[in-house]
T-cell receptor
């Protein structure tokens, strides 16, 4: 089955700096890669996602890059703010277009605790 | 529109006791999922459902049962709780599994003594 590794496990930055979190996946058939943000006491919220037919996607201060050959994808947060502090999870799945019956099952990375210091 | 809600928010059980966690969604989603989250391990899929009346095993199904009698509700049951089931449980729902986007509830923190 799919295996997703996420690094680093903790990341501490100063406000205004950039933060980068990296994930690698094992199943070359995976074609959907979302990133979730989990704030203390809350459920995970999708912040950005990317599909295997795209190499990069950007949404304001957040961007995700995908390298299919190397099977890794990364989350980039620029101009970090204290409210960006949270646990971030990457995930991978095989959609129906991959020919599987994964029913949207996501395999998650271990999570990264991001702390942005004012 | 409440999204995905979970009850209870927190529960303490003694070993061997049973309980049911309730997940409800008001987005008319077909697909629903139960995950558990443990330190350093991310979220792991317990069971999922692709529609009313259907359930399937996920990555870590042992010790849990589920039911989807109504489209909007997905119940997770622990028949005989064990300390290893101490965890935070998250429910999620999805409209189009091929797109992968899942919407998560706020979680249920369970402590088994």
């Amino acid at each position: 089955g799919e295996n997703v590794e996420q690094h680093p496990s903790t990341l501490s930055v100063q406000e205004g700096d950039s933060a980068v979190i990296k994930c690698t996946y094992s199943d070359s058939a995976s074609n959907y890669f979302p990133w979730y943000k989990q704030e203390l006491g809350k459920g995970s919220q999708l912040i950005i996602d990317i599909r295997s037919n795209v190499g990069e996607k950007k949404d304001q201060r957040i961007a995700v890059t995908l390298n299919k050959t190397a099977k890794h994808f990364s989350l980039h947060i620029t101009e970090t703010q204290p409210e960006d502090s949270a646990v971030y999870f990457c995930a991978a799945s095989k959609g129906a277009e991959a020919g599987g019956t994964s029913y949207g099952k996501l395999t998650f990375g271990q999570g990264t605790i991001l702390t942005v210091h004012p | 529109n409440a999204g995905v809600t979970q009850t209870p928010k927190f529960r303490v059980l003694k070993t061997g006791q049973s309980m049911t966690l309730l997940c409800a969604q008001d987005m008319n989603h077909e697909y629903m999922y139960w995950y558990r989250q443990d330190p350093g391990m991310g979220l792991r899929l317990i069971h999922y459902s692709v529609g009313e009346g259907t359930t399937a095993k996920g990555e870590v199904p042992d010790g849990y049962n589920v039911s989807r009698l109504k489209k909007q509700n997905f119940l997770l049951g622990l028949e005989s709780a064990a300390p290893s089931q101490t965890s935070v449980y998250f429910c999620a729902s999805s409209y189009e599994p091929s797109r992968g986007t899942q919407y998560f509830g706020p979680g249920t923190r369970l402590l088994v003594l």
